[in-house]
C-alpha cells in the first residue's frame, strides 16, 4: 500500500517544525541523524546476518548490493566480496580475502548513497561512524533558552512522537517518490519501446515474458535462500546438541580412561614386586639346585659304581647320541643318569629326560656348562660355546661343523 503526505498550508506546516524543534530541545533528547546507518560485517558474521544485513540495504536505503564472492572454512568467513550501486551512480565494490579470517569491514549509508565501504580500523572511517552517532550539543544549547516553560511532560512526549512520526512519513513518501520515479522512467521507456516498436508486437511478448520468467526465478531464488537459512539454524541447532554430547562422552571417556591409567599403574607395580620375588625365588632355585645337583651326581655315582641302585625310583630308560657316541640314560624321580657306550657313569642331569627339546645346566668336575637335548641328541656346551665330552674338555672335531 502506498502513502502520500500533502500539507495544504505551508506556514502551518513551518509552525509544526517550529514548535516539534523546541519541544524537543526542551525534552533534552540527543537528536541522532537517523538518515544514516553504520553496518559491520567481521570474520565470524554468519550467513544469516549477512543477508539480513542486504535485505536491509535494499528495503530501508534503496540501495543495489550484489555478493559476488563468499567463501567460509571453520566457521569464520575467509572471503568476501561485495558490490553496492548507490542511487544513480556507479557500482562500488569491495574484496576482502584472509585465510584465517577477513578483517571487519564497516559501511556507512544514507538513503540512497554510500558514504564509506572499507575497513573499520582505518582512521576516516571510525571518524564517519563516530560523527553518525554525534549529538549536535549546539543546537541544543540554542534550544534551551527558547523553549516556552510551560510545555507539560506529556506535550514534550507527544510532541517527540509526532516528530518521530512526521519523520518517518517523510522518509517513506521519499522512498515512494523515488519509486514512483523509477516505475515512471520503466513506463516512459516501454512506451517509447512501444512507440518505436509498434508493429513488433511478438518482441513485446517476448519482453514481458522474460520478465516474468525472471521474477520466477528471482522467487525461486528467495525461497531457496529462506530454506537454507531455516535448514542451516536447524543444523547449528544439531550440531550444538551434538557437540554438547560429545563433551558429555568425551568427559566419560576421560573419566574411564584415568580409572584405567591408575589400575595399570597398580598392575605393574604389582608386576614389579612378583618379578622381583620370582628373581628371588630363582636366584633359590639355581643355588639350591645346583647344590642338589652336585649331591644328586655323587649319591648316583656312588650307587652305580657299587652297584647299590635299588631301582626305587626307576622311571625308565633309552638312548641317546652324545659326543659322536650311543649312550645309555636312566630316569629317576628329578633326575636322569648318562652312561657310555661301555656302560661306565658320565654325568647326572637334574631333569628327567622325557621329552625334547629340553635344556638347562649341569656340572661335570665341579664346572658349569650347558646342556640342550633335542631328537635324542644331547649337546654340552661351555661358556665359550664349544661342544664338550662328558670331561668338559672341547670336542674338536664337533667344533669344526
Request: net charge negative.
Amino acid at each position: 500500500m502506498k502513502m502520500f503526505v500533502t500539507l495544504q498550508n505551508p506556514c502551518a506546516y513551518i509552525s509544526v517544525l517550529m514548535f516539534f524543534a523546541f519541544a524537543k530541545a526542551n525534552s533534552q533528547t540527543s537528536p541522532t541523524n537517523i538518515s544514516k546507518k553504520s553496518y559491520s560485517i567481521t570474520k565470524d558474521s554468519s550467513r544469516e546476518e549477512l543477508f539480513d544485513i542486504i535485505d536491509e540495504l535494499k528495503t530501508d536505503h534503496q540501495l543495489e548490493v550484489k555478493l559476488f564472492a563468499y567463501q567460509r572454512n571453520e566457521n569464520h568467513v575467509k572471503e568476501l566480496g561485495i558490490a553496492v550501486k548507490p542511487v544513480n551512480e556507479d557500482w562500488i565494490e569491495y574484496v576482502a580475502n584472509n585465510e584465517n579470517g577477513i578483517d571487519p569491514i564497516c559501511m556507512v549509508v544514507g538513503d540512497g548513497s554510500v558514504d564509506r565501504l572499507s575497513l573499520c580500523n582505518e582512521p576516516i572511517v571510525q571518524a564517519e561512524i563516530a560523527n553518525t552517532l554525534q549529538q549536535p550539543s549546539n543546537i541544543l544549547a540554542e534550544s534551551e533558552t527558547s523553549v516556552p516553560l510551560n510545555i507539560t511532560r506529556t506535550q514534550e512526549l507527544d510532541s517527540l512522537r509526532a516528530v518521530a512520526t512526521l519523520a518517518s512519513i517523510e522518509r517513506q513518501s521519499a522512498r515512494q517518490e523515488q519509486q514512483m520515479d523509477r516505475v515512471k522512467s520503466q513506463n516512459e521507456q516501454l512506451e517509447q519501446i512501444k512507440e518505436t516498436l509498434s508493429t513488433d508486437t511478438d518482441s513485446i511478448k517476448m519482453e514481458k515474458a522474460l520478465r516474468k520468467k525472471e521474477l520466477q526465478e528471482l522467487q525461486v531464488e528467495v525461497s531457496r535462500s529462506r530454506r537454507e537459512r531455516q535448514t542451516l539454524a536447524y543444523n547449528n541447532e544439531r550440531a550444538k546438541a551434538k557437540r554438547d554430547s560429545l563433551q558429555a562422552q568425551q568427559q566419560r571417556l576421560q573419566e574411564t580412561l584415568l580409572k584405567q591409567e591408575e589400575m595399570l599403574a597398580q598392575a605393574l607395580a604389582q608386576q614389579a614386586r612378583y618379578e622381583e620375588l620370582i628373581k628371588k625365588q630363582q636366584e633359590v632355585i639355581e643355588e639350591q639346585g645346583l647344590k642338589s645337583e652336585t649331591a644328586e651326581s655323587l649319591k648316583a655315582y656312588r650307587k652305580a659304581m657299587l652297584g647299590e641302585d635299588d631301582g626305587s625310583n626307576f622311571k625308565s630308560q633309552g638312548y641317546l647320541i652324545f659326543a659322536l657316541e650311543q649312550c645309555l640314560y636312566k630316569v629317576y624321580d628329578g633326575y636322569s643318569i648318562v652312561y657310555g657306550n661301555q656302560g661306565n657313569f658320565l654325568f647326572t642331569i637334574n631333569e628327567e629326560l622325557k621329552q625334547t627339546p629340553m635344556s638347562g645346566t649341569l656340572k661335570i668336575q665341579g664346572e658349569s656348562f650347558t646342556y640342550n637335548y633335542s631328537g635324542n641328541v644331547l649337546y654340552i656346551k661351555n661358556e665359550n660355546g664349544d661342544l664338550v665330552n662328558q670331561n668338559g674338555e672341547p670336542l674338536d672335531t664337533l667344533n669344526k661343523f
